[in-house]
Nanobody
């Protein structure tokens, strides 16, 4: 399995931007479809975005569409989540995840490996 390390979270004001990074270990990063999820206190982990192995296809939750952008650099074994126009309701712990399944997945249960999470807090 691939090992994942999330980073880039922080405390920002509403309207600001953050870029999260997820660094993967191993030589097979490009074979994994990647996803970003988030979990707010007292809530279930929810899908945010996903990206295909080549990066040519991306998918977003309706709540972040138009504000967040997922991308990957297979040469650097890294996937990114650019978050713009942040809102207080975006506050959560953000996790990247990897899946070896045949298609991009939006369900947390379909992912094989997870990062440790990075806290994003957006103040109003």
């Amino acid at each position: 399995q691939v090992q994942l390390v999330d980073s880039g979270g922080g405390l920002v004001q509403a309207g600001a931007s953050l870029r999260l990074s997820c660094a993967a270990s191993g030589q097979t990063f490009s074979t994994y479809r990647m996803g970003w999820f988030r979990q707010a206190p007292g809530k279930e982990r929810e899908f945010v975005a996903a990206i295909s192995r080549s990066g040519s296809n991306t998918y977003y939750a309706d709540s972040v569409k138009g504000r967040f952008t997922v991308s990957r650099d297979n040469a650097k074994n890294t996937v990114y989540l650019q978050m713009n126009s942040l809102k207080p309701e975006d506050t959560a712990v953000y996790y990247c995840a990897a899946t070896s399944r045949a298609v991009v997945q939006t369900s947390p249960g379909k992912y094989d490996s997870w990062g440790q999470g990075t806290q994003v807090t957006v103040s109003s």
